[in-house]
């Protein structure tokens, strides 16, 4: 099988094959250990993949070392960061992007894990174009690691919209995660707000989104439902999602991602864009399967 087959990777168990792209950077330390914690806790093969940006100059400095020297060089430094743990080193020179899409087609890999950028200027994570570009393109789902991995994920929230794209990112949630709690979280707003006035819609909105909710947990098997604690907030949803997992210090939020078919990339052009860079936990981004 390959990586870009239809059907979802999370029907088939946990990830059997984890690509963790690294730049060997201290930002990606969390990014390494995490990775290295769920391939111990699900019996993984952990593929450590460092992409060499740029095509090898035609001429160089006599004191720089030849490619296959850089590559040797980055493969040891790899190694004594991993110091025994499981894992297989591939190095590759050329975009990062897309060789880290190419490896985990390759290689066959359930899961893409990697780090955040860091703004030195403002001293916060930021989300950089690579991790953009492999959250819009890659068909297997993406882990973005911020936190320290000190502990498991042990309470989970999972963004929804009560839509298809959702429901996957809940089914992988449930199938990655058997031990953690899961926190459906829902945001509502009052359309035209301003005209039709907030407190005379209240009521009939939440029943609306309390209804499409009941709907939407309807076809989850009842063992699973019994392990989901359902929210539904009144306001923005990146903002409400944002403090809720603040506030309850959560270390893995879940978002559902749609790929080039029907909105053509809209939520992650949108609200998960802004909640991948906002959120203050790990994210777990999981893209609709292609039809």
Same mark, same amino acid.
């Given at each position: ?67 296959? %020297? +850089?590559?040797? =060089?980055?493969? @040891?430094?790899?190694? &004594?960061?991993? !110091? ?5 080193? #591939?190095? $590759? ?105 907030? %407190? +005379?819609?209240? =009521?009939?909105? @939440?029943?609306?989104? &309390?209804?499409? !909710? ?5 076809? #989850?098997? $009842? ?69």
């Amino acid at each position: 099988m390959s990586a870009t087959r239809a059907d979802p990777a999370w029907q088939h168990g946990t990830p059997k094959r984890i690509l963790l792209a690294t730049d060997l950077s201290s930002r990606c330390d969390r990014a390494q250990d995490r990775a290295v914690r769920l391939a111990q806790a699900w019996g993984a093969t952990l593929h450590l993949l460092h992409v060499i940006p740029g095509e090898e100059p035609p001429e160089v400095p006599s004191w720089r070392r030849s490619q296959s %020297e +850089a590559v040797q =060089a980055a493969e @040891r430094h790899i190694r &004594a960061e991993l !110091q025994g743990s499981l894992g297989e080193v #591939v190095i $590759e020179r050329g975009a990062p992007a897309e060789a880290i899409l190419r490896q985990a087609a390759a290689l066959d890999c359930q899961l893409i894990v990697t780090g955040v950028a860091r703004d030195e200027m403002m001293g916060r994570a930021a989300v950089g174009r690579i991790v953009e570009h492999l959250v819009r393109e890659s068909p297997v789902p993406v882990l973005v690691v911020k936190r320290r991995a000190w502990r498991d994920y042990g309470e989970v929230v999972v963004a929804t919209d009560f839509s298809p794209c959702s429901r996957h990112a809940l089914d992988c949630a449930l199938a990655w995660l058997p031990e953690a709690a899961i926190t459906l979280f829902h945001a509502f707003q009052i359309p035209f707000e301003g005209i039709l006035g907030r %407190e +005379a819609h209240m =009521a009939e909105m @939440r029943q609306l989104a &309390a209804t499409d !909710q009941d709907d939407f947990l309807a076809t #989850v098997p $009842e063992a699973a439902r019994a392990r989901i604690r359902s929210m539904l907030e009144y306001g923005p949803a990146d903002a409400q999602l944002a403090r809720y997992v603040a506030d309850r210090e959560v270390n893995l939020t879940v978002l559902g991602t749609q790929g080039r078919s029907g909105l053509a990339g809209f939520l992650v052009g949108s609200v998960a864009k802004r909640l991948l860079a906002c959120l203050p936990s790990d994210v777990l981004m999981v893209r609709q399967p292609r039809a």
